[in-house]
């Protein structure tokens, strides 16, 4: 089972380079890689969802996606689910959107994003698994790691309470070098998250092109799992994908499960 997780930069502002030209190669992408479950992060254009929900349709994924229901953002038509997609090979047998606390986020751009956590609840031969997609605080102030916080305190908390079935928790955790950040990594424990030593390798590269941010490459994105002994799977990969031309201000992640 591959699980791939990446976030397209589908930001439908003026500042986002080639948006159209890009979602098309993304979706290409996405319909030739071998991965059975994608999460996206930031595909907030409905217009776009609807392209690449129809398209990876044809390549047999099933998608969280229902009705593309849209809201307006200072004249620009944003998506319902805070950019979050989940598109899988395997049936969906249902999915829900929890949205953060946009109180913590009022005086940012994030609180335009609605963000929170995308589930969707798999039925595959081996069972049901539980995947959650999300995304958390940008960095913009101060306080932002203590936002990020209190969102993965939320996304584990939910988590917590399904122990029904094995899960897979992706997505830009907007947090560098998580292993080193002993809160974070408290609740990843607590919560029977497993860190994976390749998790160093950087997502968001200074030498990408469509990086307009100064500084280091960072490690944003990551997927874990948990609960898979009992079906008699474990990890078997972890890594970022690094594609021969960028496709987005991120790189895709992939973990694989034997």
């Known amino acids: 089972m591959k699980i791939l997780s990446f976030n397209i930069w589908d930001l439908p502002m003026w500042h986002v380079k080639d948006r159209s030209d890009r979602i098309k190669k993304i979706t290409d992408y996405l319909k030739t890689s071998d991965a059975e479950i994608v999460c996206l992060q930031e595909s907030f254009d409905p217009r776009h969802r609807k392209l690449i929900h129809g398209e990876m349709a044809s390549a047999g994924f099933a998608s969280t996606d229902k009705n593309f229901e849209s809201r307006r953002v200072f004249f620009r038509k944003f998506d319902r689910t805070g950019g979050l997609a989940v598109f899988s090979k395997f ?145 078997a990969g972890h890594s970022v994908i690094y594609t021969p031309v960028p496709l987005s201000d991120h790189d895709p992640i992939l973990l694989t499960i034997d």
Do not use: W
């Open 91 to 235: 049936p969906i047998i249902k999915n829900e959107f929890i949205p953060f606390n946009r109180f913590l986020s009022i005086f940012s751009p994030e609180y335009f994003g609605r963000k929170g956590m995308l589930t969707a609840v798999l039925q595959t031969p081996r069972g049901k698994i539980i995947v959650a997609n999300t995304h958390l605080y940008r960095n913009f102030s101060f306080f932002d790691r203590f936002v990020r916080h209190r969102q993965m305190k939320k996304v584990l908390d939910y988590l917590n309470n399904e122990k029904s079935a094995p899960v897979i928790l992706a997505g830009d955790f907007n947090e560098d070098f998580l292993a080193a950040k002993e809160n974070f990594l408290k609740i990843l424990g607590e919560g029977g998250f497993r860190m994976f030593q390749e998790e160093a390798a950087p997502s968001y590269r200074k030498n990408n092109p469509y990086n307009f941010l100064l500084g280091n490459s960072k490690r944003y994105d990551h997927i874990f799992c948990r609960g898979f002994e009992s079906i008699n799977m474990k990890p």
